[in-house]
């Protein structure tokens, strides 16, 4: 038997035994742990994230490309800075464009550490015993309110830095990525470290748009 035959006689016993297996649909619903995503030991009361997401809009919109699926306002700031800049709510990042898969950055570095003053329009919310408590677990960055659109991907890249994401709104649809996981982030006031560092993206393939505080872990350069 040539090789081509015998591949071909293995490919058709794989696919035989493959298609007896019944795919799990269920558990793509929740939260699965891997490499560069954990759940940390800690909650917020989501009715009271959701609360102050709704008092936040009162004063404040989401800024950024709202036509491409990304909005965005930011609750912390260096000292003093009233205005924020566009790259103050993207920053530097790495993604490879082509298939020539060479790397390439894009936009400008932030520098995070200096993000150490609450936005005071936002500190009679919840959100700042959020931000308090972060800060209590680790230095933080820039912490802001991210919007996902449906129906909407990030590009694929990486951060100089690692993230924690605390889910406010969100569907079973709006997945995350980190290089080969992927999980479902439930809005259910639970906190999770993404290892951003490596490469990423979030997804939302549901009707509805996903809500997140995305607060920066700050990297000392090596």
Same mark, same amino acid.
């Given at each position: 038997?040539?090789?081509?035959?015998?591949?071909?006689?293995?490919?058709?016993?794989?696919?035989?035994?493959?298609?007896?297996?019944?795919?799990?649909?269920?558990?793509?619903?929740?939260?699965?742990?891997?490499?560069?995503?954990?759940?940390?030991?800690?909650?917020?009361?989501?009715?009271?994230?959701?609360?102050?997401?709704? +008092?936040?809009?009162?004063?404040? +919109?989401?800024?950024?490309?709202?036509?491409?699926?990304? /909005?965005?306002?930011?609750?912390?700031?260096?000292?003093?800075?009233?205005?924020?800049?566009?790259?103050?709510?993207?920053?530097?990042?790495?993604?490879?464009?082509?298939?020539?898969?060479?790397?390439?950055?894009?936009?400008?570095?932030?520098?995070?550490?200096?993000?150490?003053?609450?936005?005071?329009?936002?500190?009679?919310?919840?959100?700042?015993?959020?931000?308090?408590?972060?800060?209590?677990?680790?230095?933080?960055?820039?912490?802001? @309110?991210?919007?996902? /659109?449906?129906?909407?991907?990030?590009?694929? #890249?990486?951060?100089?830095?690692?993230?924690?994401?605390?889910?406010?709104?969100?569907?079973? /649809?709006?997945?995350?990525?980190?290089?080969?996981?992927?999980?479902?982030?439930?809005?259910?006031?639970?906190?999770?470290?993404?290892?951003?560092?490596?490469? #990423?993206?979030?997804?939302?393939? /549901?009707?509805?748009?996903? @809500? #997140?505080?995305?607060?920066?872990?700050?990297?000392?350069?090596?």
């Amino acid at each position: 038997m040539s090789t081509h035959s015998a591949n071909v006689s293995l490919a058709r016993a794989q696919l035989q035994d493959w298609l007896t297996e019944i795919p799990d649909t269920e558990s793509v619903a929740h939260f699965k742990s891997g490499p560069g995503i954990q759940k940390l030991p800690i909650k917020f009361d989501i009715i009271k994230l959701r609360a102050a997401l709704d +008092e936040a809009l009162q004063v404040a +919109e989401f800024k950024g490309a709202i036509e491409d699926g990304f /909005g965005a306002f930011s609750l912390t700031r260096r000292p003093g800075v009233e205005v924020e800049t566009a790259n103050d709510l993207s920053g530097l990042f790495h993604t490879r464009v082509d298939d020539s898969y060479v790397e390439v950055s894009r936009e400008e570095r932030v520098d995070e550490f200096a993000f150490t003053e609450f936005v005071p329009r936002f500190r009679d919310t919840y959100f700042l015993h959020v931000w308090e408590t972060l800060k209590a677990l680790a230095p933080i960055g820039r912490t802001r @309110v991210l919007s996902k /659109g449906l129906y909407n991907c990030n590009s694929w #890249h990486r951060d100089p830095e690692p993230r924690i994401h605390i889910p406010i709104i969100s569907n079973p /649809g709006s997945l995350f990525v980190v290089n080969h996981h992927v999980t479902h982030l439930p809005a259910d006031g639970s906190v999770y470290f993404t290892d951003t560092r490596g490469y #990423h993206t979030a997804l939302n393939g /549901g009707e509805t748009n996903r @809500v #997140h505080v995305v607060a920066a872990l700050p990297q000392a350069k090596r």
